[in-house]
């Protein structure tokens, strides 16, 4: 047994060591290459106030693709301020087949641009369709579950957001789906009707478990589940999920820090409310000892 978990240790050594000589070893590489090794591609998404002024463009961003084929840092080069946004959530949900140097997956750096032209927006197709219903009852349902003031109305709203959502086709809007999963399910807790709640979340981690989001969305979507789990009284689960949660959270800080700074506050207060709803879940599990860590880890970013 102890030479089996020597080998493990080493190849586990070896394969860090891997990883971070690919680090090291980034290469950069320009739009064209980057192009022919993407494998998921996912068009943006029109805004609804750009179409409506008129705003057209190209936004560029600097990307850093890893060794696995993941985007893992994005960052705004240029191109109009309305569509960035658009442009970001389309990009987090792209994939690359992995560059190699000799024989080593390597991390590549790169130009990648995303045009947005009103010339594209067709009306009369079906996926327009669908997105011309969805973002205003999305926008509807973010304001009603923000004021707190109409339970029913909120979950109403919500759900028929969400329900739109599930309309678009099975490999496109991942983000949208994920979002209005979890706005619904939130809007729904709210009213306290936690069975639907759980529905929509589990909806909300499915969509997470097709690898097509980023660690703030990813947080969100376990952050939901782990927590009316536990209002349900299904306390392994709920630490089970939350334990996941924090872990996209810790990630996600850790790239606002670096790449977005003016997101880490959101970032770390989201992170917070986990750690404390998680430390209350570990005391009913018996498990105080667990419970202060949250808490302490908590204090960190108060």
Same mark, same amino acid.
């Given at each position: 047994?102890?030479?089996?978990?020597?080998?493990?240790?080493?190849? +586990?050594?070896?394969?860090?060591?891997?990883?971070?000589?690919?680090?090291?070893? !980034?290469?950069?590489?320009?739009?064209?290459?980057?192009?022919?090794?993407? =494998?998921?591609?996912?068009?943006?998404?029109?805004?609804?106030?750009? @179409?409506?002024?008129?705003?057209?463009?190209?936004?560029?961003?600097?990307?850093?693709?890893?060794?696995?084929?993941?985007?893992?840092?994005?960052?705004?080069?240029?191109?109009?301020?309305?569509?960035?946004?658009?442009?970001?959530?389309?990009?987090?949900? $792209?994939?690359?087949?992995?560059?190699?140097?000799?024989? *080593?997956?390597?991390?590549?750096?790169?130009?990648?641009?995303?045009?947005?032209?009103?010339?594209?927006?067709?009306?009369?197709?079906?996926?327009?369709?669908? +997105?011309?219903?969805?973002?205003?009852?999305?926008?509807?349902?973010?304001?009603? /579950?923000?004021?707190?003031?109409?339970?029913?109305?909120?979950?109403?709203?919500?759900?028929?957001?969400?329900?739109?959502?599930? @309309?678009?086709? /099975?490999?496109?809007?991942? *983000?949208?789906? %994920?979002?209005?999963?979890?706005?619904?399910?939130?809007?729904?807790?709210?009213? %306290?009707?936690?069975?639907?709640?759980?529905? $929509?979340? =589990? @909806?909300? /981690?499915?969509? *997470?478990?097709?690898?097509? =989001? =980023?660690?703030?969305?990813?947080?969100?979507?376990?952050?939901? /589940?782990?927590?009316?789990?536990?209002?349900?009284?299904?306390?392994?689960?709920?630490?089970?999920?939350?334990?996941?949660?924090?872990?996209?959270?810790?990630?996600? *800080?850790? $790239?606002?820090? @670096?790449?977005?700074?003016?997101?880490?506050?959101?970032? !770390?207060?989201?992170?917070?409310?986990?750690?404390?709803?998680?430390?209350?879940?570990?005391? !009913?599990?018996?498990?105080?000892?667990?419970?202060?860590?949250?808490?302490?880890?908590? +204090?960190?970013?108060?």
């Amino acid at each position: 047994m102890q030479v089996r978990g020597f080998l493990i240790v080493a190849l +586990a050594g070896f394969a860090l060591s891997l990883v971070q000589v690919s680090a090291l070893e !980034a290469i950069s590489v320009d739009q064209a290459m980057l192009s022919k090794h993407v =494998d998921h591609h996912v068009p943006p998404v029109y805004p609804p106030i750009a @179409k409506a002024a008129h705003i057209q463009g190209t936004v560029v961003f600097d990307i850093t693709v890893g060794a696995t084929g993941k985007i893992e840092s994005m960052k705004v080069a240029s191109g109009p301020a309305m569509l960035q946004q658009a442009a970001i959530d389309c990009l987090k949900q $792209w994939t690359y087949h992995p560059f190699e140097k000799d024989g *080593i997956p390597v991390a590549v750096n790169g130009p990648v641009s995303i045009i947005f032209m009103l010339s594209d927006y067709h009306p009369g197709s079906n996926d327009e369709q669908i +997105a011309d219903r969805y973002f205003p009852l999305a926008d509807q349902c973010r304001k009603a /579950v923000s004021a707190r003031v109409d339970g029913a109305g909120a979950e109403a709203v919500c759900e028929q957001a969400a329900e739109t959502a599930e @309309k678009f086709g /099975v490999e496109v809007r991942f *983000i949208e789906k %994920r979002s209005a999963f979890v706005y619904a399910a939130t809007a729904c807790a709210n009213n %306290r009707n936690l069975t639907s709640a759980l529905a $929509w979340a =589990d @909806k909300a /981690v499915g969509v *997470i478990k097709l690898g097509h =989001d =980023d660690n703030s969305g990813s947080n969100a979507a376990y952050s939901t /589940v782990g927590t009316i789990e536990g209002m349900l009284g299904d306390l392994t689960g709920s630490d089970r999920d939350l334990n996941i949660a924090e872990d996209f959270g810790r990630k996600g *800080i850790a $790239w606002a820090e @670096k790449e977005a700074p003016g997101l880490r506050t959101e970032y !770390a207060h989201s992170f917070v409310r986990d750690l404390q709803f998680h430390s209350k879940v570990l005391q !009913a599990l018996g498990k105080p000892g667990e419970a202060q860590k949250k808490l302490d880890e908590a +204090a960190k970013y108060n």
